[in-house]
C-alpha cells in the first residue's frame, strides 16, 4: 500500500505542532481540554469572554516530527490541513516540491533556534514567534557580534514568515 500524502508530508513536518506555525489553537470545549490535560498537554484559559481552552505551542505531544497521542489528539488537529498539504493532494503542488518547501521551512527554523539559543534564548517552550520578538525588542547595547546576530534573526524570521504566509497558511502570519 502507497504512503498518503499526509504520511509523506505531515509526519516529516510538524510545524503545526511545533510552535512555528501557531502560538496556540483552539480546543472545542472544555471537554475536549481536560481530556488533553489527561494526556499531558498543555491547555490554558484565553481569557477572553467566552472562556475558550487553547492547546499550547509547541505541543507536549509532539515528538520529533509526530504526534504521541495521534490516535486521541484533539479536533483542531484532526480537522487542520496546511495549504501546502490541500496544494499537494488537488495536484497544484507536486509532492516533491512539497517536500523542498518543508525542508526550507525546517532548515530556517533550525537556523533561528540557534541563533536564538546564540543569543541567550533558552525557553524552548514558547513559540518560535514569541521567542524571536522578545529577542528582538531587548536591548543589544554596544556588542557588534549581538546587533549581527540579531540582525540576522531578523532577516531569517522575515523569510520564514514569507515562506509560511505563501506555502502553509496562505494568508498572513498569525
Known amino acids: 500500500m502507497a504512503p498518503t500524502l499526509t504520511d509523506t508530508l505531515c509526519t516529516r513536518c510538524g510545524l503545526c505542532c511545533d ?8 480546543l472545542s470545549g ?3 481540554a481536560i481530556q488533553m490535560e489527561v494526556l499531558g498537554l498543555n491547555i490554558e484559559d484565553d481569557n477572553g469572554e ?3 481552552a ?29 495549504k ?9 503542488v507536486p509532492v516533491e516540491l512539497a517536500q523542498q518547501r518543508i525542508a526550507e521551512a525546517l532548515r530556517r527554523a533550525r537556523r533561528i533556534h540557534a541563533l536564538l539559543s546564540q543569543l541567550g534564548d533558552k525557553d524552548k517552550g514558547l513559540p518560535l514567534k ?9 536591548d543589544a547595547g554596544s556588542d557588534q557580534a549581538i546587533v549581527d546576530k540579531r ?3 531578523g532577516a531569517e524570521m522575515s523569510a520564514l514568515g514569507k515562506l509560511i504566509r505563501k506555502s502553509f497558511l496562505g494568508h ?3
Open 19 to 26: 510552535g512555528t506555525l501557531f502560538g496556540e489553537v483552539e
Open 30 to 32: 472544555w471537554a475536549e
Open 50 to 52: 467566552g472562556g475558550r
Open 54 to 82: 487553547m492547546l499550547q505551542q509547541p505541543c507536549t505531544a509532539l515528538k520529533g516530527t509526530t504526534c504521541s497521542v495521534y490516535a486521541h489528539r484533539p479536533k483542531c488537529c484532526r480537522t487542520f490541513e496546511c
Open 84 to 92: 501546502l498539504l490541500q496544494d499537494a493532494q488537488q495536484g497544484v
Open 130 to 138: 514569541e521567542r524571536a520578538a522578545a529577542m528582538l525588542s531587548r
Open 151 to 153: 540582525a540576522e534573526l
Open 172 to 174: 498572513g502570519w498569525r
